[in-house]
């Protein structure tokens, strides 16, 4: 069947680069970006990519082999692999170097909110170290997973042998400079990722970001648009900015696959653009998150955010404690700013539906728009 012009004008060289119908990814949201999610968009014809960057390797192993029961089109899996993390440490190692009075700080709050300890005694987050990124991409690499995206970080070292296990790699970036120095370690798929993104962002603005970070890799590798984009106007118009496709991850979270707890659904459809705000007091890096007072209780004892992996030593003790006790006031989550364009809880298949075909409809329109001026 003849595609007409607007489904023409979505194909861009990243559906050949991944093997997928659209170049809309879904963005490997620590956590969220589950098997279930992750497979209803890789059928819909996107790119599904699990976000597993506080996995183990065993839970890593789980997830792919989920994953490839659910589907049989191409997707693709996130962790993060931050420079600055200790090469080797026990988190009881790791635990000792962070000052007591952010663990008095901790026990304070917990009391002031009454929170429990949470269920996951680890916290939300696992001791960051570089020996626990090799390990899990040692389990990514004998999964022989179709994609590998680096959420944080570069992967320079892993892409030899990644390209030689035919896995295909993208770098997320939040700036010229990385992306220049990322594209140049040879990923085949550049996010360019702006402030309006949920999760760890950039300080530039999406809209100022990818056309600066287009024409510092042009001709190296294709760059595809995160950050503020929740519909088929979005991906438009990243790609009249010269992105190629698009990242996508806040949208996908109000639906009933994202592996996040209901009322963090809830207080998502609930939010507006204005809900949210950007905190190091969650990883040691920012991020941005709906609004909750819990990182404000820190600052008002004078405690600065400690650099990652001790600031989500100390972090998940609070944030996972709210989560055990259904305080979703205290931890709604993260989200980016197009937060306040969701409204309702729908099947990610049929919200990856809604942004292809207004896409599609778009540049239908721009086409005609056109051949009528000419």
């Not at 194909?11 to 279930?36: Q, V």
């Not at 997830?63 to 600055?84: C, N, V």
């Not at 040879?186 to 024409?215: E, F, K, M, Y």
């Not at 404690?321 to 990610?348: C, E, K, T, W, Y």
Request: hydrophobic residues 40%; contains cysteine.
């Amino acid at each position: 069947m003849a595609q007409n012009v607007g489904e023409r004008l979505l194909h861009t060289e990243i559906c050949d680069i991944f093997d997928i119908r659209y170049p809309i990814m879904l963005a490997g949201m620590g956590g969220a970006s589950c098997p279930k999610l992750v497979a209803a968009i890789s059928n819909a014809g996107g790119l599904g990519v699990l976000g597993a960057a506080g996995c183990s390797p065993d839970e890593i192993d789980a997830w792919i082999r989920e994953t490839r029961s659910l589907t049989s089109q191409p997707f693709g899996i996130d962790t993060l692999l931050p420079a600055r993390v200790p090469e080797h440490a026990p988190e009881e190692g790791l635990r000792s170097a962070i000052p007591e009075a952010y663990w008095k700080a901790v026990e304070e709050i917990r009391r002031e909110y009454n929170l429990p300890e949470p269920k996951d005694e680890r916290g939300s987050l696992p001791a960051f170290t570089h020996d626990f990124f090799d390990k899990q991409i040692e389990a990514i690499m004998d999964n022989n997973v179709p994609v590998y995206a680096a959420g944080l970080g570069n992967p320079a070292k892993y892409i030899p042998e990644f390209h030689r296990r035919g896995t295909k790699v993208i770098g997320v970036v939040g700036n010229v400079k990385n992306a220049r120095r990322v594209a140049d370690s040879g990923v085949d798929v550049l996010i360019a990722q702006g402030h309006d993104a949920g999760g760890h962002n950039s300080r530039i603005g999406t809209l100022a970001l990818i056309p600066q970070g287009v024409d510092a890799v042009a001709g190296k590798v294709p760059v595809a648009a995160a950050g503020g984009i929740g519909d088929g106007r979005g991906v438009v118009a990243t790609m009249m900015l010269g992105a190629r496709g698009a990242w996508i991850g806040t949208r996908f979270l109000a639906t009933p696959e994202a592996c996040i707890p209901e009322g963090q659904k809830q207080a998502i459809v609930a939010a507006t653009e204005e809900d949210t705000m950007v905190s190091r007091y969650l990883t040691g890096k920012p991020v941005r998150m709906l609004k909750t007072d819990l990182p404000s209780e820190f600052e008002k004892r004078g405690l600065e955010p400690l650099p990652m992996p001790l600031m989500g030593l100390v972090s998940g003790s609070l944030f996972g404690g709210a989560v055990s006790a259904q305080r979703f006031d205290l931890n709604p989550g993260l989200g980016g700013q197009v937060i306040g364009m969701i409204h309702d809880i729908r099947p990610p298949a049929e919200v990856f539906e809604g942004i292809v075909n207004q896409a599609i409809a778009l540049f239908e329109q721009i086409a005609a728009q056109i051949a009528v001026a000419q």
